[in-house]
Each structure stands twice: as C-alpha cells, then as structure tokens.
C-alpha cells in the first residue's frame, strides 16, 4: 500500500506542475485591472486553501483542459493527505508499540522487583527462623544446664540439711542433759537458800527494830510524797521558757528523722520488690536486716518524741526537772544536755 500511494502521488504532482501554469497565465492576462492597492492587501491574509478553491468557481472550469487540471490537483491533494495520514498513522504505530514496550519493560522490572524482595523475604524468613531455632536450643541448653545446677544444689541442702538436723539433735540432747544437772543444782541451792532465810527470819522477829524500821519508812514516805509534787524550777521561768525551745527543736529534729528512716525503708522495700535478689549471696537477707533496723530506728525516735511530748506537758505544770526515781531536783546542766531527761545522774547510774 504505501508503494502505490508513493506512485500515485508522485504521478499528479508532474502534471499539475504542467497544467497549473496556463491557470495562473490566464488569471494574470484576464484580469490586469483588478492589481488594486486594496487587494494587493487583502490577497496575503487568504490561506492557501481558498486560492485553489477560487479557480474551481471561476467559469473557466467548463473547459476540459481546466476539468483536468483540477482533477490532478485533486489528486495530489489526495495522496498528499493520504501521505500524511500514513506519516500520522505509522507515528501512532510506533508511540503505541513504543508505550506498549515502556509497559512491558515496566511490568518485567516491577516482577523482577516483586520477586527479589520475595527472594529478600525468604532469606530474612530462613535466617529468622534459623536464629529462632538456634535460641530456643540454647535456652534448652540453659535449661537443661539451670535444672542440673538446680539439682545439684538442691542435694548440696538437702545434705546440710541433714547434718543441721543431726547437730540439732545431738545439742538438744546435751542441753536436755545439761538442763537436768542445772536443775538438780539450782534444787541443792534453794534448799540451802531456803535454810539460810528462815534463819535470817527467825533472828529478824525482834520488835523495836521493826517499830524503828516501820517509824523510817514513815517518815521516808511523808518526806517522798512532799517530793513528788514538788517544782523545782517554778519561779525560774527564763529557764523553763529555754528548756522549752530546746525540746521544741529536738522534737523538730526527731521527726525529720522519723521521715527519713521510714523513706529509707519503704524505698529499700520497692527497690527488693522490683529486683531479683540472689539468695546464696545473702544481699536479701543483708537488704531486710537493714531495712528492719531503719524500722527500730523510727519506732525509737517515735519514743523519744512521745517523751518529749510529756516533758512539754511537765513544762507547763512546772514539774519537768524533778527526777522520777529519788524526786530530787535534776541539775540544769544535765537538762540542757540532755532532751528530755527525767532521772538525775545517780539515779540513772543505779539502774
């Protein structure tokens, strides 16, 4: 098909070339007039186009020379247009066929691309799996290896446990033997004690001795009881008033203490709760003795508060400064050295 069309095209453009030149000789000689100013204008804003349909309404057409003419005009223009929609088909040919093979080499690259992250994926899925695999052998290695130390370990107690219980019964034994012979003692000496005091009770029954004892106690007692309603510091208010703001700052003080040791205590108690202690090292045992003596330590300043507490109560009375066991007033020394104090030096001495 293009061959012929090429023949074809090629065929009318010679003779039109011929034919069209008496059509343009023949205007220009029947129409010298018409080379106006105003047309000479108008004539380059024509298209192409209406210059050959011009001669086609033109009388000159009933001649079989202009009929021919025509026809091979008509002709080229019709090869050249079939010319030009084979150039714009075979255009379109090829930028379909090109789209078509942009398609396809995008279709293999996105399946070579689809299949090397599939090959990817298999890797990471076998070397997942082979890393699984491998983790769960070793933690069966370390279980198997844990429950033989468990074991193990659980034979070592089970001996030491037997020879504790050995040892506790054989020290049982010889402190029940031993029991026996310090009763049987303690029996011969409470018999001998008990000679002694009936002796010493006998030789005791003597009558004036005990109107002259009962006659001290009397007096000791009167002279007691004057004591223990006495406040030996009443008048001295500057002192009292001192002793006052000591106790208010070491009660002060104590409860700050206080705070701080139960902190410690529940902070160590957390801090067990949230980690693993090991046992055979003793840290838990070492972390509750600790924490147990904070507790001590908190109740024992609880106790010196609630003394303090009653020294401010004697303040206000005016009986804080008289010793508790001979009623005797208390040095203010040992008052302001001590917070609170409630026995004298030789009384606390005594005990």
Known sequence: MPSSAKTIKRAPTKKAARKKTPVKKSATKKSPAKRS???????????????KVAPKKSPAKKSPAKKASLTAAQKAAAAKKAKVLAAQKAKKDREVKAKAAAQKALARQKTLAVQKAKKEHDLKARALAKEKAAALKARAVAAQKAKKEHDAKAKIAAKEREVARKAREKAAIEAKKQ???DAKRKAIEAEKLRKLREIERRDAEEHKRQERRDAEERKRLEALERKMHSKPYANDTAFLEELRVLLLDTRETTSAQIAISESEASEMLV????????????????SDIQRDQLKEYASALRLKVNEIDVALSRLDDGSYGRC?????PISQARLRAQLPVFTCVSCRASV
């Open 324 to 328: 508790d066991e001979c009623y005797e």
């Open 271 to 286: 801090d067990r709760e949230r980690l693993e202690y090991d046992d055979e090292d003793g840290s838990s045992v070492a």
């Open 179 to 181: 029991r026996d012979i």
């Open 37 to 51: 100013p105003v047309k000479k204008k108008v004539a380059p804003k024509k298209s192409p186009v209406k210059k």
